[in-house]
């Protein structure tokens, strides 16, 4: 049996096995299969990520007793196990019988170099009353730079502005020449990040979310600019009509006191 450290969630723990007289991998490599199912294939430092485990007694005519199940990775000891310690409370598996173990949290270390890391499941039990240790094939996991994970976000988050940007049909010509600016930045970003530039963009990007931002302020300004000579408009229109009503009626008044001529003022002419 292997002297398995497991390392579960927070949870790091050391099991000392007591070594069986006379054990040996009598498992063959087939009888059992295992594999990992990870919640992504691209992982970064410092960053956690979560892994289920599938179990199978493949090929092995006797029940195999599942007492530890852990996942190791390249950049941990070689006792070192994410998983599981089942030994108060093992899984039982009958000829053909398949278990799933989940919700291992793995943390990728800090100082984890960044590309292609190998890890395999690793199974410590009992094949009938005899005890097996038992690796499964080896697995690949990549660790990415962490810039092109804030990238990654990035890219997402100016393509859902610029989307959003679209559908408001910006009126202002100003507005939607910043529009094109933002998506010009974005073109670049992506240019940039099938180039593993990511620092550049990283700012391209952030150059693209200040152009919507400034589109977004010079329509709102145009549409104000718009509606408030729209009013001034209508209130001049209305003053002038008001103007030239109140020009016609004293206009009229003065005519209709010209036309009207008292009799005295008629006698004293003649």
Known sequence: MKRFEVLYGIVSFSLVLSLFCGVGNALEQTDLTSYVVLTTQNAYPDHNIIAAIYIKNSNSSDILTI?????????????????????????????????????????????????????????????????????????????????KKECSVLLNQVSSNITTSENKNFQSSTAQSLLDQAKNAYEEAIT????????????????????????????????????????????????????????????????NKEHKISPQTKNNAL
């Open 67 to 147: 007492q530890y199940v852990g996942i190791q990775f390249d950049w941990m000891a070689s006792d070192q196990f994410f998983g599981y310690d089942l030994s108060s409370d093992p899984i039982v598996l009958a000829p053909s019988a398949e278990q799933f173990l989940d919700s291992i949290n793995i943390l990728v270390p800090e100082d984890a170099t960044v590309g292609e890391h190998s890890y395999f499941v690793g199974i410590d039990g009992l094949e009938g009353a005899k005890a097996f240790s038992w690796d499964s094939e080896t697995f690949t996991l990549i660790v990415q730079d962490p810039d």
């Open 192 to 255: 940039f990040g099938d180039q593993s530039s990511w620092d550049e963009a990283v700012s391209m990007l952030n150059n693209a979310l200040t152009y919507i931002g400034q589109a977004d302020v010079a329509d709102q300004q145009y549409v104000a600019e718009q509606s408030s000579q729209r009013t001034m408009l209508i209130t001049l229109g209305v003053a002038a009509v008001a103007i030239v009503a109140i020009l016609a009626i004293f206009y009229l008044m003065k005519r």
